[in-house]
C-alpha cells in the first residue's frame, strides 16, 4: 500500500516539475518577440501605395495603384511635352523617369538612362527634367504599418508620340 502511495507522490512531483517548466518555457523575450515580428514583415511591399486626390475613391488596391501611375505618368508627359526635348533629342522617343516619394510627400525625378548610351547629353536632360517637374498636385506618400514611406519606381515616359 505504501509503495503505490509513494508512486503516486513520485508522479506528482514529477507531473508539477513539468509543468512549472512548461509556463517558463512560454513566455519569449522581448528581443525574440521582435525577431519574429521583423521576419514576418514584407519589406518590398507597402500597405497602401502612393496616391493622388484623383485615386482617392478608388477602394481597391491594384486599381487604386494603377490610377496613380496613370496620372503621374500624364503629368509628367504634360510637363515635357512642352519644352525642346523632342527637338534636341529626334531620337529619343521614351525616356525612363525614376520617381521617389518621400514621407513628407516631396518627390524627387532622376532620369535612367542605359548604361551603353552616351549619345544625350545627362546633365542638360536632367536639368530639364527638374525644371519642369515642379508644382505636382499633392501626393500622399506610400504607407507601411501606419507610417508614411519612401518609395522609388521607374516610369516609361514618352516624349514623342507619332
Not at 55 to 62: S, V
Not at 63 to 74: A, G, I, N, S
Not at 134 to 155: E, M, S
Amino acid at each position: 500500500k505504501y509503495k503505490t502511495l509513494n508512486h503516486y507522490y513520485l508522479f506528482l512531483v514529477i507531473i508539477l516539475f513539468n509543468s512549472c517548466q512548461y509556463f517558463q518555457k512560454q513566455v519569449p523575450s522581448e528581443s525574440d518577440l521582435l525577431q519574429k515580428e521583423l521576419k514576418a514583415i514584407n519589406w518590398k511591399e507597402v500597405d497602401e501605395y502612393p496616391s493622388v486626390a484623383d485615386c482617392e475613391n478608388i477602394d481597391n488596391k491594384a486599381q487604386r495603384k494603377q490610377c496613380f501611375f496613370e496620372v503621374l505618368t500624364q503629368l509628367i508627359q504634360q510637363k515635357l511635352s512642352i519644352d525642346t526635348l523632342s527637338d534636341l533629342y529626334p531620337k529619343l522617343d521614351t525616356i525612363e523617369v525614376k520617381v521617389t516619394i518621400f514621407p513628407n510627400a516631396t518627390m524627387e525625378f532622376e532620369p535612367q538612362f542605359p548604361r551603353d548610351s552616351v549619345a544625350y547629353d545627362r546633365i542638360k536632360i536632367d536639368s530639364i527634367l527638374k525644371a519642369r517637374l515642379t508644382d505636382f498636385p499633392k501626393v500622399n506618400p506610400a504607407i507601411k504599418r501606419g507610417v508614411p514611406v519612401k518609395t522609388q519606381f521607374i516610369l516609361p515616359v514618352i516624349i514623342k508620340a507619332e
